[in-house]
Each structure stands twice: as C-alpha cells, then as structure tokens.
C-alpha cells in the first residue's frame, strides 16, 4: 500500500516538473514554427555565410544576412508576412587588383498572403521586389526588380519539408549594367526534437536566365533555441557545399551561422 506521504511527495515531484515540461513543449513548438518561413511568429534571423576559392585569386566572402519577418492581420482569415533580406557583405581577392570590398549588398524585399489557419499544409504567394541598395558597384545590381514570389510546406510531427521560390525581373536601372532575370528555387527539410533542437538541409538554386548559369549551394546543420534572460533566441551552424557555381563564383565547402531573436505574439 502507498503511504500518504508517499503520495503526496508523487505529488509535489509532478507539479514542480509541470512547468519544465511545458516550457519545453513550448520551445519545441518555437522551434518548429521558425522552420515555417510564413509562421505567425515575429522573429529577426541573422544569417552569416562564409564561401572561399572566388574568382582567379582564390578570395573569399563573408555575407551577414539580416532577416526580418514581420506578420500582420491582412483580414480575418489572411496573414501579410513581411519578410526583408539586408545583406552585409565583406570580400577580399576576389577580383584581380581589388584586395578587399564591403559594404551593403542589394535589399530583396518579398511580401506573403497566407491563410491563418491552414492546417498541416501551409502555403503563401505574394510579390518580390529587387531594391539597388549597394553601397558598392561590385555588390549590387545597380537595378530596380520585381516579380512573384511563393511558398508552400508541409508540417507532420517534427517534419517540416517544402519549398520557396521567386523570379525577378528587372525594370528600371543603370544602363550599363545587365538586366536583371533570375529564378531562386530553396526546397528544404527540417526536423525537430522535443528538446527545440532542429535539424536543417536546403538547396538555394539561382539560375540566371542572361548567362543561363546556375549557382547552387547545399546547406546542412543544426539549431537550439535556448532563452538569454527572457529572450527566446535560436542559435545554430552547419556547413554549406557549392554544388555548382557561376565562373568565378564560389567554390568547394563554406560555412553558415546562424543566430534568431524571436518575439512571439
């Protein structure tokens, strides 16, 4: 027979291991709906990239890419999901008598219409917009673009597998600079555990439709959302391996940070 106070020490354990257990089932869920590019979840990713064995010298490029997305009530059933790429680029020896270039790459911003409640198959389309942001001549464009955008996933337990793309066309620009004509395709898997760790792999294929080149990176590694304070943040690495790249363009095996502040509703 179990004795009163047995019970009531079973008891008091339970209750002060409820909380943990929440948190984590909280976390996991976090974790999860990062994984959803057009989740109703406010967060500012920070994505920094490291590619070597540019150009005829053999340079190399670190890219900081900062990523806000920010979703707002478009109507009763439709989310409006901002979602903007500043891209921070510092590169050296990767054009013949230039030893270092940096400064602010061009601004893609894209802009989702999403159902709210769409189930385990989420999907959202919208407009892209290429903005000559460049502080660098190298860095940029130097055109204005615009085109479709579109995602769709799928999210089952701790999978989540789909695919985003967009084409932009340019419009309006420096005539001494090449039109603008590219598809980005990025299927992607990712699986989360009960403890909000998530493991990631994607393709970022870009084809450029002027030169018909291909420029295709995969991506794999692993994230944690941990707390700092109250702060949920999601940090991670992983590698990245060009599986074919322009000329000149980077080649072999680079690197991916990334680090994600989260604000949820």
């Known amino acids: 027979m179990i004795s ?30 990062l994984a959803n590019p057009v989740a109703n979840l406010i967060s500012v990713p ?13 340079g190399n490029r670190w890219t900081l890419n900062i990523q806000p997305v920010v979703p707002t009530d478009f109507s009763e059933s439709t989310l409006l999901i901002s979602r903007t790429i500043v ?3 510092h590169q050296e020896d990767t054009r013949p008598g230039e030893s270092s270039e940096g400064g602010i790459g061009d601004v893609v911003q894209s802009f989702f219409f999403s ?13 892209v917009f290429l903005l000559p ?28 597998v789909g695919a985003l793309g967009n084409h932009i066309w340019s419009f309006a620009g420096s005539d001494n600079r090449r039109d603008v ?8 898997v990712n699986y989360t555990t009960p403890n909000a760790t998530s493991f990631f792999a994607n393709l970022e294929a870009t084809h450029d439709w002027e030169s018909r080149e291909w420029a295709i990176p ?18 991670g690495a992983g590698l990245r391996h060009w599986l074919d ?7 072999d095996w680079g690197l991916r940070f990334n680090l994600v502040f989260l604000f949820p509703k």
């Open 115 to 127: 159902p709210k409640d769409s189930g385990s198959l989420t999907w959202g389309v919208g407009p």
């Open 218 to 235: 995969i991506n794999i590694g692993v994230n944690q959302l941990l707390k700092i304070g109250q702060q949920s943040v999601q940090i």
């Open 87 to 89: 891209p921070l680029v």
């Open 46 to 58: 920070l994505q920094l990239n490291y590619d070597h064995r540019i150009g005829a010298d053999d």
């Open 4 to 33: 009163s106070k047995s019970y009531l020490t079973g008891a008091a354990l339970s209750l002060s291991l409820m909380p943990a257990v929440a948190s984590a089932q909280s976390d996991a869920d976090l974790a999860q709906q």
């Open 133 to 160: 942001t460049a502080t660098d001549d190298d860095l940029g464009s130097e055109k204005w673009g615009a085109g479709p955008t579109a995602v769709a996933l799928y999210q089952a337990g701790p999978w989540t």
């Open 181 to 188: 004509d590219v598809t980005f395709v990025q299927p992607f």
């Open 245 to 251: 790249s322009t000329p000149g363009g980077p080649e």
